[in-house]
């Protein structure tokens, strides 16, 4: 009887310890409503994986042609493991837009009245090269039959990687490209750009309303949204080779409860509340994705290679969960 605990107990130690960097199911907490409860719960830090391959199981890919090319699991010389993602000109191209693409997402899900909290780790490499357009490495969707709009939240860089903006739409027309009047009513955004060797706040939007400039605040006679800039007006600035640390909190509401909650290494760089569903179409599912998602060269000549580093992507249902895990 004694040699058979012993046996139990040794294969559920290996066991524990074969799945303990694995990717993971992360329980809800029993104080979370189970009706707003997030769509996914789950924990991948790519630790379990072989270097050179990659298996996404778990998710899809954003394929246009290209596959698990882009995808490859690296390590650092201190053993850790991450998902390196590639994109080339030509990649996965666009269907409405000249685009090209390298991403990966969470299974498409219903995500309305849903609260959903999440983060993930960035590098980009020593030798990375910022072009003078946009790039993005994150964002939340939701998906509509024929949709032609911004996600509820990007995170982009633009003008070779001096502006940081963060954002995007609330509603509006699914099947209708983007344009001044809808996003007057439906986009809030902030930007930041790089100042003094510091991410410097430049502007915030809301909903229905015109972008706010940050540096009318900086004057003795400050127009009064000065007030309400409620987020970080200068940030550090990360080296390239250094990881980034990205937490984000979402309710997607047609009322006045949703928010969009954005964390850069903490810090807090978008703090939207109130209606983050207001669409006219056919919904049908939402996703969180990661990659690298950018215009195409207009010359035609094509943008330099681009790779970004990925690793501890975790999506629950409430923040407190996820600073567990990526504190």
Request: with cysteine; hydrophobic share 30%.
């Amino acid at each position: 009887m004694k040699k058979l605990s012993l046996f139990i107990s040794l294969v559920l130690i290996i066991f524990s310890i074969n799945n303990l960097n694995a990717w993971e199911k992360v329980p809800v907490p029993d104080y979370i409503d189970k009706k707003t409860k997030s769509p996914w719960n789950f924990y991948e830090n790519f630790e379990d994986q072989k270097i050179g391959k990659i298996k996404l199981n778990k998710f899809d890919i954003n394929d246009k042609g290209k596959g698990k090319k882009p995808f490859k699991i690296k390590q650092d010389t201190d053993g850790n493991k991450f998902l390196e993602i590639t994109v080339k000109h030509g990649w996965n191209k666009g269907k409405y837009y000249k685009t090209e693409r390298s991403e990966f997402q969470t299974k498409g899900k219903r995500a309305l009245n849903k609260e959903i909290w999440y983060g993930f780790k960035l590098r980009f490499p020593k030798d990375f090269k910022h072009i003078n357009d946009r790039v993005l490495i994150n964002q939340f969707k939701n998906n509509f039959d024929n949709m032609k709009k911004s996600p509820l939240m990007g995170i982009r860089f633009y003008e070779d990687g001096n502006t940081l903006d963060i954002g995007g739409e609330t509603g509006g027309i699914a099947t209708k490209k983007w344009n001044k009047e809808e996003n007057k009513k439906h986009g809030i955004r902030v930007r930041y750009f790089k100042k003094n060797k510091n991410w410097n706040l430049l502007e915030v939007k809301t909903r229905g309303e015109d972008k706010k400039k940050a540096w009318k605040c900086e004057g003795e006679q400050e127009p009064e949204y000065c007030k309400n800039f409620n987020i970080e007006k200068i940030l550090d600035i990360k080296e390239l080779g250094d990881w980034t640390t990205f937490k984000v909190g979402i309710k997607n509401s047609k009322k006045n409860d949703g928010f969009v909650k954005v964390f850069k290494d903490d810090k807090l760089i978008m703090n939207y509340n109130g209606i983050t569903f207001d669409w006219s179409g056919s919904y049908y599912s939402s996703h969180i994705r990661l990659g690298i998602y950018r215009d195409s060269d207009p010359s035609g000549a094509g943008y330099p290679d681009q790779v970004a580093h990925f690793d501890d992507f975790i999506v629950v249902s409430d923040k407190k969960t996820l600073d567990k895990y990526l504190d």
